[in-house]
Every structure is written in structure tokens, then in C-alpha cells.
């Protein structure tokens, strides 16, 4: 059942929402990323290359296993939802049982099973046969539930709350506590176990914070219906079947690279690629900002027919993701010796490797949020068959490239993967949606960021070297110009302009501080690690 027609909006107001949304989910990414580094800076300089390859290896197993489990019900949830009415009287309410029956009984049947299974994965997985990892795989098996509910009351919330309680809880909450508790661990001297519990156990308190913050929108204090009909399970596992199988294509891939150069190259590689893939990890994180703001309101226009009105917010988010990924991106590339220095001297090895992967996820960026918009449109299908076309290469390649040349062989078959996914994924966007995409606006925002970008990193590069010096000296020259553009008055106009647009007025207040009926502030999927 679709939600009764919202008023009548322009395409100027959904740009206008999807921009102070947006800007909340850049927030929330900025503290994201600053945490997630916190937290990987944490691992690998109590545990090292050996110990925190086991972490990022059992961490892998958890991403992936819980992605299975969850069976595309989360970014169902994100689709759905906003397609529907809340409260007392309202239907949302019946997808909840829908989304978590199937996928808390899955994840039991697979904890058990996974635990029973110890034995013979543990020295596939882990190099040291009587080490830590019998025992991480069994802790990462017996939370798997916990875990799986986590994800799906996350997305529930993102479908029926504003953006920020999702990030509050996802982008706060949960990195905020994770660092500090293996930090706890590090200073006490407990080992990796400890450490990966440390790692773990915020999930409980975000399963129980979206639980609560649940109650209200979908009338659950008040009496609404939880008793599913049979087309809503037939509806929402018919979009969640395929999803299912393309998230765990996008959840696994940095973790499935991870546990191949384990099995291939050894363990102490894949903490040198887990502390590559963080950093390139990172600037996804603009581009789940704003996925968490935008999903939902994607699949509401796309439910009434407005593709026009979509593919505006598309481009416009999509200009936004470029302006602040391609920089940082090219950066990273240039200065990779700097940036991985941080981590220690072992990992000097994963440069290159990095420089690779910053050009990948150029590409990924650049194409903006095409996947959502795939999945957004219902076409989970399609997204499925790109996905998969990519992970074919990933691991084919891998399986060629690792046990030559280790981590860089690791990082060319993410990269090739990543690149025809994301094409694919973007021929098909542009077939459903049946509007331009990546229009000359894209293009020419692409262009300026890139080449502005690239000469003052060449020029640091040139004079300072690819250290942590010369990464110094292209930061302050990139803030210098940022400072020099403020001086012309257009691109002041244009800053004004935007900063109007995020700043709420009466009109606009209850956008951005009450649910809407119709749709409200969400996210759907990413390729982030955990």
C-alpha cells in the first residue's frame, strides 16, 4: 500500500531538503571518518601488523556474515517505508516483523552453524593454527543476532526519523564508543579478543536506542498493527531477495579483499591492506553523508512519478560528493608514504597500493549516488547483476594477482572491481530513471576540482616530497586558495546562497524537525568498512 499523496512540492524545494539533510549527514560523515581513523590508529599501534590483521579479519567476518543475514531487509526497509503511511493508523508499522522475523531466525541458524564450524575455519582464516582465532571467530558467530538486529533497526529508524537521530546513533554513538573501549583493552593489556569484544559491543546499545526511538512514529505506544498481510511479504522480500545478494557484494568489498590476501598472502598483508582501506574508506563517508539524507526522499519522488525532480537531487548531491571527495581523494594518492607513516614503518609496503585505490574510488565518487538511485527506483535486480560482475573480477583477479605481488595485487583487483561496478551500476540508473544523470554541470565541477587539486598536490609533491612534509605543505596550500577564492565576490554569492539553503526558516522547519508523513530523512546502503 503507497502513502497518500504529499502536497504538491518544486523541485526547488526537494533540493533545498535534500541539501539541509544532506548537510547534517556530512556532519555526521565528518565525525564518522575522524573516529574510524581514531579507531583503526588504535588497532594497529597496540596490536601491529600480525595482531591487528586478526582483528580487521574477524571484523571482515562479521561485515559480511551479518550482510548475508540481514538479506537486503535494511535497505528494503529504506525503500519501502517512505512509500508508506506512519503512526497509529498508518501501515508502516507491518514491515517490522516483515524485516526482522526472517532475518533474527537466519542469523540464529547461521551462529550456530558458525560456531559448530570453528575448528576447520579457524586455520583458513588465521595464520597461527593455536593463536586468537578459534576464539574471535566464535565471539564474532555467538553476537551475529545482535549484529544483525543492530543493522535493521538502524535502517527502520533512517526510513521514519529525521537524519540526526541516524546519526547520532551510527555515526556518534557507535564509533565514539568503539575506540575507547579497545583502548581500554590496549592500556590494560588484555589481547585481541578483548579488543574485538570492545569492538562489538556498541551494538547493543545502538539495537537498543533505535528500538526506543522506534515507539513514536510507528504508533507502537499507541496500538498500531504489527500483524503483516500477505503482500506485504510478498512486496518487500521481492525487492530485499536481490538486494540481498548485491549487499553483500558492497558490505564484503573491502573485507572480502582483506580475508583473500589472508588466505594468499598471509596475515601481516592484510593489516597492511586493513589500514590501506580505511583511509580510502574514509572518502566514501561525504558520499554516506548524504546517502543517509537523500535515500528516502529518492524513493518517495520516484514512487510519484517524479523522476525529474529525483535526478535533480541526484546532480546536486552528486556535485557535492565530487567538490569534497576528489581533493581529498588526490591527496591521498599523491601522499601516500605520508599518510600510512602515521600507522607505522610496516606499513610503507601498502603506498601504491593506496595510490591505486584513491583513483578507484575517484570513480566511484564521480558517478555519485547511482546505486542508491538504482535501488531507490526498485530495481534491485539490476544493481544486483553490477555488483556481481564486480566481485567476479575482484576475486578472479585476486586469486592471480595476490600471491605475486601481495598487497598491491590485493588493491588492483578492488580497484577493477570497483570501477566496472560503478559503471555499470550508472548505465543502468540513467535506463531506469529515463532522465540525465551525469550532465555537463558533473562534468565541469569534476574537472575543476581535479585539476585545481592535482597542481598544488604536484607542486607540495615537487617541493616537500611525498612525506608527511610535503602532505603539510599541499594542505595549507589548498586552504590558502580556498581562502583566496572567498575574495571573489560570485563564488561569495554562491556560499551565501548555499549557506541560506541549509539554514532552516519557519517555512521550511518542520522538513527538518518532524517527520514527514510521506518520507522522511534517511539512508540507504554503502560500501563502508566497519
Known sequence: MVSDPAPTTTAGSEVRRGTRSGAV????????????????????????????????????????????????????LVWAMP??????????????????????????????????????????????????????????FATLPLTVAMTVLIAAVRAVRPVTAVVAVQYVLVPLVRPLLVLAAVAGGAGVVLAFGGWLFPAALAALACALMLLGPLGLTSGAGLRPERADWRTFWGFALPRAASAAIDASSMWLSVLLTTALAGQADAGVLGGVGRYVLAGLLVMQGLRVAVAPQLSRLLGQGRTGDAALVYRRTTIMIIVLSWPAYLVLGFFAPGFLSL???????????????????????????????????GNSGRHLMAAATGLVLNVGLAVVLVPRHGVLGAAVAWAVGIVVENLLAARAARTAVGEPLLTGAVLRAGALAGAGTAVVATVGATVAGRGVAGLTLTVALLLAGGLLLLLDRRVRRVVRAAAATLRPTAGNRHDEGAPDRTAVAGAGGTKEMG
Open 83 to 140: 512509500r508508506r503511511r506512519l503512526g497509529t493508523r498508518g501501515d508502516a508499522a507491518r514491515l517490522l516483523p516483515v524485516a526482522l522475523i526472517p532475518t533474527l531466525l537466519g542469523s540464529v541458524v547461521v551462529a550456530v552453524v558458525g560456531v559448530a564450524l570453528v575448528g576447520p575455519l579457524a586455520p583458513v582464516l588465521f595464520d597461527r593454527p593455536g593463536g586468537d582465532g578459534p576464539a574471535l571467530l566464535r565471539l564474532a
Open 25 to 76: 549527514g556530512l556532519v555526521g560523515a565528518a565525525v564518522n571518518g575522524l573516529l574510524g581513523f581514531v579507531l583503526t590508529l588504535v588497532i594497529v599501534r597496540g596490536f601491529g601488523p600480525t595482531g591487528s590483521g586478526a582483528i580487521f579479519t574477524a571484523i571482515g567476518v562479521v561485515t559480511i556474515v551479518g550482510v548475508l543475514c540481514c538479506a537486503g531487509a535494511d535497505t528494503a
Open 343 to 377: 600507522f607505522g614503518p610496516e606499513f610503507g609496503a601498502g603506498a601504491t597500493a593506496m595510490t591505486v585505490l584513491a583513483g578507484a574510488m575517484m570513480v566511484n565518487s564521480g558517478v555519485g549516488i547511482v546505486q542508491t538511485m538504482l535501488l531507490m527506483s
